[in-house]
Structures are given as C-alpha cells and as structure tokens.
C-alpha cells in the first residue's frame, strides 16, 4: 500500500465493479456529469442570482441598522442602569437588574459569554460583559422593566416601543435569511432612524439636517468619495430631494451655472427674501446671456437662436428683483462668465464641515432637467491615513466656483 491508496486491479465482466446487474436493496449511482457543471437540476439562472443577490443587499443594509440601533440601545441601558446596580453587584450588575422576570435569557447569555471566553470569540475585551450578548429584544426588555429610570430622558415610551415593534419584524427577517421585501426594507430604516434620533444618538455630520445620513454611507465611503446621492436626471433629485429641503435654513448659498434654474424656478422669490433676510449670503453665477457660449449651446440643444439667452435674462431679471427688496443688497450678490460652461453647480453652506452640494455636468444634447446629478456632502466623509490628500469632489467644485467667481463681472 503507498501513501497515494490502495490498488484495485481492473474487474473482469461479471465482477461486481463492472456488472449492469443492480442487486436488491442497492442505490444505483447518478451518471457522471460534465466538468463544471451541476446538472440542471441545481443550477441558478440569472434570474436566480438577480433574486438573491437583491435579497443579500436589503438584508446587509438591514443589518447595519439593527446593528446601530443594538449598540446605541446598549449604550443607553448601560449608561442608565450600570450606576444603578453596580455598585451593589459589581460585574453581576447586569444579571440583578434583569431580576428574576429575566432570570432565564440573562442566564443563556451568561453561559454564551463563557463558552466564547474558552473557545477564544472574544476578539476585543470591549465586549467581555454579559450586556454585549444580550439581543435586541432582551434590551429592550431591560428598559421596559425599569421605565421610571429611563422615563427622565425619553419623553414617550410609547414612541419607543412602536419602533421596536417594526424592527422586530425585520431583525427576525434578516436573522432567519428570509427575504425582505422593499416596503419592509423602507420602514425599517426609517423606524431605525426615528430610534437613534429619540435615543440621542444625533450625528457628527451637522449636514445630518438637511440631508439625513445614510447608516450604508461610511461602509462605500472609500469608493465614492463624498458622493451621497446619484440621480438619473432632475426630476428623480427633486422627487427625493425637494428645493426646500436643499435651500431652507441655508447659511450661505453659492450657485454656478448657466440659468440656475433648480433654484430660480423650484425657490420662490419670497422664499430667497425670507433666506436672505435671516443671515444667509447668497452669490450667483449666471451664464452671460450676450456670450457667444449661449449661442453655442444654443446650437447644441437644437433650440432657436435667442431662446435659451432670453430664457437666462429671464432669470436674472427674477433675481435682480429678489436683491432689490433686501435691506442689505450686498449679501445677494449676482454676477456673469463669459467662458464655456462645464457644469452647474449648488453649493449650500460650502464654506464650513457642513456643506451640501448639487452638481450636473452640461452633456451636449441634453438640457440641465435631463442631465445626471450628483449630490455631494462636504465633510461627511472620514479619510484613512493612507488616504491623505484625497478629500472628495466637494472641494473641487468649491474651488472652481472661486475661481470663475473672481473672473466673472457683477450685475447692477
């Protein structure tokens, strides 16, 4: 016998490695298959990878949710409870609160912890406490059972039970692998987010109120930089992002392009007064509605000669309005360029960690409505040390914004 097995001499006809006779009781084996191949039988379309690959996306970002508001809910337990028990109990402090109504999942969690201190799971000491194993419900259980020591910081317990209540039913989802539907998906996020908002969680990002932040947004940060939002055309954007969202509130507004018309005609007058008004100081750049650049994308549009230039005097007649009503015109600045035009571009509160921006590139047979958008979020995104330098695209509009502010001329 060598190391490689043992030899079997071929069999002569009649013998039972090569008989066609099956005898009783026996399984007959399945005819080899081709290299590579399972068999129809098993095989998965693409319709069936399209299905479970869909099915893998919505559980995966179910799961950063539930995962957020779990450590947030710890968090909170431990920060409300721990002063509470432990001095009494010490380490046991999480087995004493959850009293003997809890005596029988505090325990299972007690012995988990154990079994993954022997076997080595614990890969960060962070999480050697018997609260790191406890399960969404069992916190929440927590809380429910001891109310009047949470009650002092959370207005309505009932608000916080509801949204429990729905993630329950997508964590029991994502936690048997079934599929979740889009409408479930939707309502998670959004009970999870109302969670951590009532838990004060808050943001690190103060844009978080205009533009709510994206629990997926840290994970796909490195690859596309601070782009939070793409959008097929205009329409789509402000079907999820309407101009007040965008604009209300803003504290300074610097826009580029050729006749703004996301905020000329989607932001009333008196709406931009109002802004004004209340300490936001707004720069505009319209396209020169005299250039030969108007007549030249003019001509790429397929549009009569003169069209879109009246179409951006129109625009800027509007504007010129709107400063003229302010008490202070010079926070409402307005000016012209006469070089072609790349893209437009909103930059809100661009001058700070906040920002948010709109961002279109002109194509040359399709108007600003039908172009692709990009909404950026400035300063929202956390640069790894190896990464130095590689700040996003919400500086580079910012920049050229500045630059072709200083070469443009005012409007009076």
């Known amino acids: 016998m060598g190391s490689g097995g043992l030899e079997l001499p071929p069999g002569d006809e009649g013998h039972e490695g090569n008989s066609t006779d099956v005898p009783p009781g026996a399984v007959s084996l399945a005819r080899p298959m081709e290299m590579g191949s399972i068999g129809p039988e098993l095989d998965w379309g693409a319709d069936a990878w399209r299905e479970v690959r869909t099915r893998a996306q919505r559980a995966g970002r179910a799961y950063i949710w539930l995962n957020l508001v779990e450590q947030r809910l710890r968090a909170v337990v431990a920060a409300v409870l721990r002063p509470i028990y432990e001095p009494v109990h010490g380490d046991d402090w999480v087995v004493a609160a959850a009293g003997p109504a809890g005596q029988e999942w505090v325990q299972r969690a007690v012995a988990v912890r154990e079994v993954s201190r022997r076997k080595g799971y614990l890969l960060d000491p962070a999480d050697d406490n018997v609260l790191s194993f406890l399960t969404l419900p069992q916190l929440r259980e927590l809380m429910v059972q001891h109310w009047p020591c949470f009650e002092p910081y959370f207005d309505e317990r009932r608000d916080v039970e509801l949204a429990l209540d729905e993630l329950e039913v997508t964590r029991n989802v994502v936690s048997r692998n079934r599929a979740l539907s889009e409408a479930v998906l939707g309502q998670a996020e959004r009970a999870a987010a109302k969670l951590l908002e009532i838990l004060g969680a808050g943001s690190d990002v103060p844009s978080a109120r205009r533009l709510p932040v994206d629990a997926?947004?840290?994970?796909?940060?490195?690859?596309?930089?601070?782009?939070?939002?793409?959008?097929?055309?205009?329409?789509?954007?402000?079907?999820?992002?309407?101009?007040?969202?965008?604009?209300?509130?803003?504290?300074?507004?610097?826009?580029?392009?050729?006749?703004?018309?996301?905020?000329?005609?989607?932001?009333?007058?008196?709406?931009?007064?109002?802004?004004?008004?209340?300490?936001?100081?707004?720069?505009?750049?319209?396209?020169?509605?005299?250039?030969?650049?108007?007549?030249?994308?003019?001509?790429?549009?397929?549009?009569?000669?003169?069209?879109?230039?009246?179409?951006?005097?129109?625009?800027?007649?509007?504007?010129?309005?709107?400063?003229?009503?302010?008490?202070?015109?010079?926070?409402?600045?307005?000016?012209?360029?006469?070089?072609?035009?790349?893209?437009?571009?909103?930059?809100?509160?661009?001058?700070?960690?906040?920002?948010?921006?709109?961002?279109?590139?002109?194509?040359?047979?399709?108007?600003?409505?039908?172009?692709?958008?990009?909404?950026?979020?400035?300063?929202?995104?956390?640069?790894?040390?190896?990464?130095?330098?590689?700040?996003?695209l919400f500086p580079t509009y910012r920049e050229e914004f500045e630059v072709a502010w200083a070469d443009s001329r005012p409007v009076s």
């Open 216 to 392: 997926v947004e840290d994970l796909v940060g490195d690859r596309y930089a601070d782009v939070v939002g793409v959008h097929s055309d205009r329409v789509r954007l402000l079907r999820q992002f309407p101009a007040e969202d965008l604009f209300g509130g803003a504290r300074r507004l610097d826009a580029i392009g050729i006749g703004l018309n996301l905020l000329v005609q989607n932001f009333s007058g008196r709406r931009l007064v109002r802004l004004a008004e209340t300490g936001c100081r707004v720069r505009l750049l319209f396209l020169n509605p005299a250039s030969s650049a108007v007549k030249r994308r003019e001509r790429e549009l397929g549009i009569k000669r003169g069209e879109l230039s009246r179409a951006v005097e129109m625009n800027i007649l509007h504007m010129r309005r709107v400063r003229a009503r302010l008490r202070d015109p010079g926070a409402f600045e307005i000016q012209v360029y006469d070089e072609t035009p790349r893209f437009t571009a909103y930059l809100v509160d661009g001058d700070g960690s906040d920002g948010i921006a709109i961002v279109q590139s002109y194509l040359r047979r399709a108007r600003g409505m039908e172009a692709p958008v990009l909404v950026l979020r400035g300063g929202g995104r956390v640069v790894k040390p190896d990464e130095i330098g590689e700040e996003g």
